[in-house]
């Protein structure tokens, strides 16, 4: 598999180029009806959880003030590491009709050459120009078995590189220590969490010497100024939208959260701060340039 970084430099609406990076997180976008699938989305939520693969849907997804379709739906397609596109037909006044977005978004995964699951329900048809096209055929009772299957296979075809343990050398650990930061030990669930969010990204985690406030640390060597820049907005975006979704998810039942520790988990995201390590003095002005021309969420 391809390993270099690939960025979609042109924008299928007409827009400026967007950056975003192909493949660049361990998440699944699904594109389906929301009316006519519910009990498939229950059982993929859960195999792709379990399978440390986060499941992202359009309609799972807040983008107050921004453009909804780059936000909710094409941003989301090329960073993901593979797709799952649900074909089951809308039914009006007894007849099945397609789904328009749904077949939208299938459009899009494969205008971008992304890895795609397609399912149908065994009982429909597929639209004559995706016909061709190998698709997953199930029943309610052979769902869950088919797509278990179909999941470790495209887990193992896109399997990306991970990012090493976190070992600073000697220099670089006495700088953090002169900035009174360590490296945290991931021994709580909530700590694994947050590094997880980070992870994708490059981002090890750090913690203040008294504990109380936390630091993405970004060592970036090895990139270009842009690539930084991408990287320290996409965590950025993450974040906002991790806590933005909160309410949501609470509703759903995907998070156990109560309203006094909801409370706690925003102000302490609120104090989250972000330290980035470039290549040279040059490099560091050009990214610092950036970030004062658009003002980052958190200190960095």
Not at 11 to 33: A, E, M, N, Q
Not at 80 to 99: A, H, K, W, Y
Not at 126 to 134: E, I, S, T
Not at 258 to 280: D, E, H, I, K
């Amino acid at each position: 598999m391809d390993k270099r970084i690939r960025r979609n430099e042109l924008c299928v609406i007409g827009l400026p180029r967007c950056d975003f990076v192909f493949s660049s997180t361990r998440t699944c976008f699904i594109g389906y009806g929301f009316a006519q699938s519910a009990l498939e989305m229950a059982i993929l939520r859960n195999l792709l959880s379990g399978r440390g693969i986060e499941a992202v849907e359009a309609g799972g997804t807040l983008a107050p003030g921004q453009n909804a379709f780059c936000a909710k739906i094409c941003s989301k397609i090329i960073i993901s590491q593979f797709c799952i596109i649900l074909m089951n037909n809308d039914v009006r006044d007894g007849t099945e009709v397609p789904n328009a977005n749904v077949n939208m978004e299938y459009g899009l995964m494969l205008g971008f050459n992304k890895y795609v699951i397609p399912f149908q329900r065994e009982s429909q048809t597929l639209p004559f120009n995706v016909a061709g096209l190998d698709t997953v055929k199930y029943t309610n009772e052979s769902f869950e078995r088919k797509a278990s299957d179909v999941i470790d296979a495209a887990i193992t075809a896109t399997k990306q590189d991970t990012t090493p343990p976190f070992s600073p050398d000697q220099v670089l650990e006495a700088f953090l220590l002169s900035k009174r930061l360590l490296v945290l030990p991931l021994t709580a669930e909530g700590d694994r969490n947050l590094f997880e969010m980070g992870r994708p990204l490059g981002y090890s985690l750090l913690i203040t010497f008294d504990g109380m406030r936390y630091v993405y640390f970004g060592n970036f060597t090895a990139l270009r100024p842009e690539a930084v820049l991408w990287r320290l907005r996409t965590l950025e975006d993450l974040i906002q939208e991790r806590i933005g979704s909160l309410p949501e998810r609470v509703r759903l039942g995907v998070a156990a959260v109560n309203p006094q520790a909801m409370a706690a988990l925003r102000t302490f995201l609120g104090q989250l701060q972000t330290m980035l390590l470039v290549t040279s003095d040059e490099e560091r002005a050009m990214v610092q340039a950036e970030i004062a021309a658009r003002p980052t969420r958190w200190p960095v």
